[in-house]
């Protein structure tokens, strides 16, 4: 039983900042890894960033430089800093999560809601 909740969408101005957070709770024995995915209206779903355990980032292209993702390890949580935010941005924005269950083997990917980021002026 794992749950993975995001929080912090919502309508900003090209240019802003924005910053979202994902937590997974429930059954954990350790979380692998945790990143943001986002879709949008009309496009597949797509990756934005992701960060291991051992704080290896990853970004896509056309997100980097501008995002900035991170981990607080003690509260399973994980961050989206999303700055200079562009039209482009909008999007639904989804957590996933990579963890290892108490008890069991292996590990298996949770998602998370979804939030909403709209970017217009």
């Known amino acids: 039983q794992v749950q993975v909740v995001e929080s912090g969408g919502g309508l900003v101005q090209p240019g802003g900042s924005l910053r979202l957070s994902c937590t997974a709770s429930?059954?954990?024995?350790?979380?692998?890894?945790m990143g943001w995915y986002r879709q949008a209206p009309g496009k597949q779903r797509e990756l934005v960033a992701t960060?291991?355990?051992?704080?290896?980032?990853n970004y896509a292209d056309s997100v980097k430089g501008r995002f900035t993702i991170s981990r607080d390890n003690a509260k399973n949580t994980v961050y989206l800093q999303m700055n200079s935010l562009k039209p482009e941005d909008t999007a639904v924005y989804y957590c996933?999560?990579?963890?290892?269950?108490?008890?069991?083997?292996?590990?298996?990917?949770?998602w998370g809601q979804g939030t909403q980021v709209t970017v217009s002026s």
């Open positions: 960060l291991t355990s051992g704080t290896t980032t």
């Open positions: 429930g059954s954990i024995f350790s979380i692998n890894a």
């Open positions: 996933n999560a990579n963890v290892r269950r108490l008890g069991f083997p292996g590990s298996n990917y949770y």
